[in-house]
């Protein structure tokens, strides 16, 4: 079985400010391949949240990592990241994660179980 098998995998080639669902149930971020084709940085925030409900995004916010512009981040955890409640995502101009970016810049791939 290759390394690719061993994984869901959650593929967004536009990912923007709205949230999106990765896994409504507990489970484990184990890396990514982001790219951010915009001329601004990007901040990728990943939330143990399963319902997609924009409120009170600060407190389950578990992990934020930022793309530079015209820049990527490839990377690979054995371990993972632990989410207790569900796996969401989104990114942003801004450290908040509320302010959309401009046009389709954000290409996401996400390995979890």
């Known amino acids: 079985m290759s390394d690719t098998e061993k994984y869901d995998v959650f593929k967004n080639v536009d990912l ?13 971020v184990f890396g990514w391949y982001a790219y951010n084709t915009g001329a601004d940085p990007i901040f990728v925030r990943l939330y143990d949240d399963a319902d997609a409900v924009g409120d009170g995004l600060e407190s389950s916010c578990k992990f934020s990592f930022t793309l530079p512009a015209d820049g990527g981040s490839n990377v690979n955890w054995d371990g993972g990241i632990r989410f207790g409640t569900g796996i969401s995502v989104n990114c942003s101009i801004n450290v908040t994660g509320l302010s959309a970016p401009t046009g389709e810049c954000v290409n996401l791939t996400l390995l979890f179980k």
């Open 16 to 28: 923007g400010s709205g949230i999106n669902i990765v896994k409504s149930a507990k489970g484990e």
